[in-house]
């Protein structure tokens, strides 16, 4: 059972990375696991504190982007939760988020500055970014004159596939991808120019938006701008024409592409060397980031000054 185990009447299900329960009349709990997906398996090995990463950098962006847009996020401390039982709070500390109850969007909103991964794929056979046509000749990491917003399905099984904002619209709605697109657009460029100065850069990530149903108002919600969800570049050693130094589960993907596996579960267990590599990583991309000590964020629960 996961780390809540005290709300097991209120379980809702389990994703990838989070376990997901419904507390009081109105909220959520989001509860974020030490689990790793990689090529849509979820592997047998958990990366230490990786849960504490995504979460931090979460509440982190929440603030950050609260003027651009509202969010679900309602609490961070265990002693908030409905029904919550002090020799819990421990274990919830710090990977947890107590959230409004949403409709989420059926739509994977992403954004794309450089041209990478299942872009760099889609280019490399049609030209196009999720019907958005590029100019020929583009290398790999090439940096886009603008963010594309480039949305892709949600899938239940197997993979998300790239679908135009035409077909996005189809989803939601015209007016709702427009105000999507919008967003995330303005989102992503708040934290390419966050991240900008600490060295790092943010090369596409993926938002999630919800709808509250009680007053319709449009909520960007899950997680924001985190190692699970972005490609984080190590900007000192950005190179267009191949692919870069990361901060990010790339790092696990490369050595899996070594490995005779395909792809299908159970996913091979990884060496100590590589779960101490992609922890150094997530939590170099979190002190990068914020600017603060994830040890001090482990101990107190805290992201620094300001935070």
């Not at 280019?123 to 583009?138: D, K, M, N």
């Not at 967003?183 to 850069?201: F, M, N, Q, S, T």
């Not at 592409?257 to 779960?275: C, I, Q, R, S």
């Not at 991309?285 to 101990?299: H, K, N, P, V, W």
Request: proline share 7%; charged share 30%.
């Amino acid at each position: 059972m996961p780390p809540a185990s005290p709300f097991a009447d209120s379980f809702l299900r389990s994703g990838k990375v989070r376990d997901l329960y419904a507390v009081g009349t109105d909220r959520l709990l989001l509860v974020a696991s030490d689990r790793l997906s990689a090529f849509d398996v979820v592997l047998p090995t958990p990366i230490p504190d990786k849960g504490r990463v995504l979460t931090g950098l979460s509440r982190f962006w929440f603030e950050r982007t609260a003027d651009l847009v509202p969010n679900h996020l309602v609490g961070v401390a265990p002693e908030e939760i409905p029904g919550g039982r002090a020799e819990d709070a421990e274990e919830l500390r710090g990977r947890m988020m107590l959230c409004r109850r949403v409709e989420p969007l059926p739509i994977e909103v992403i954004v794309r500055g450089y041209l990478a991964g299942s872009g760099w794929k889609d280019y490399g056979r049609t030209g196009a970014v999720s019907g958005i046509a590029l100019p020929a000749g583009l290398r790999e990491s090439d940096r886009f004159p603008e963010p594309l917003f480039t949305p892709s399905t949600k899938a239940e099984e197997g993979h998300d596939e790239n679908i135009s904002v035409d077909e996005a619209a189809e989803l939601v709605g015209r007016d709702v991808a427009e105000r999507v697109a919008d967003l995330a657009i303005a989102l992503y460029k708040r934290g390419a120019a966050i991240a900008e100065p600490a060295g790092v850069i943010l090369a596409d990530t993926k938002f999630e938006f919800g709808i509250d149903p009680a007053s319709g108002e449009l909520l960007l919600i899950d997680e924001v701008m985190t190692p699970d969800s972005s490609r984080f570049w190590d900007a000192a050693a950005y190179e267009p024409g191949r692919s870069q130094a990361s901060f990010d589960k790339q790092y696990v993907r490369d050595w899996l592409e070594t490995k005779a596996w395909d792809k299908t579960p159970p996913g091979p267990e990884l060496p100590a060397e590589v779960v101490a590599g992609t922890r150094a990583r997530y939590v170099e991309a979190f002190e990068r980031i914020t600017g603060a000590s994830f040890q001090r964020y482990l101990d107190d629960d805290v992201i620094g000054s300001g935070a």
